[in-house]
């Protein structure tokens, strides 16, 4: 069972990288921060977005996983 987790999550993590509206958000993000003058400015807000990003990440993984428990257990019972 534990195994079949560490697979799910890694099958995961194409879930957002493979989403055209993600993918278009970020690289309007990315974009939009091009434009900012101030070097030190757009690293700490670029940075600040990534770690967001990635807790979000975490989050909905967890979630994902929740979900793959919840279905094994009810599958279990019928």
């Known amino acids: 069972?534990?195994?079949?987790?560490?697979?799910?999550?890694?099958?995961?993590?194409?879930?957002?990288?493979?989403?055209?509206?993600?993918?278009?958000e970020l690289q309007n993000f990315f974009d939009k921060a091009e434009n900012i003058d101030d070097a030190e400015l757009k690293k700490k807000i670029i940075?600040?977005?990534?770690?967001?990003?990635?807790?979000?990440?975490?989050l909905a993984e967890a979630q994902f996983a929740e979900f793959y428990k919840l279905g094994y257990k009810s599958a279990k019972k019928e």
Not at 1 to 24: D, Q, R, S
Not at 47 to 55: A, E, K, S, V, Y
Request: proline content about 0%; hydrophobic content about 30%; glycine content about 2%.
């Open 47 to 58: 940075g600040q977005m990534l770690r967001c990003d990635t807790i979000l990440t975490k």
């Open 1 to 24: 069972m534990i195994k079949k987790m560490k697979e799910l999550t890694k099958e995961n993590k194409e879930w957002k990288e493979k989403n055209k509206e993600y993918l278009k």
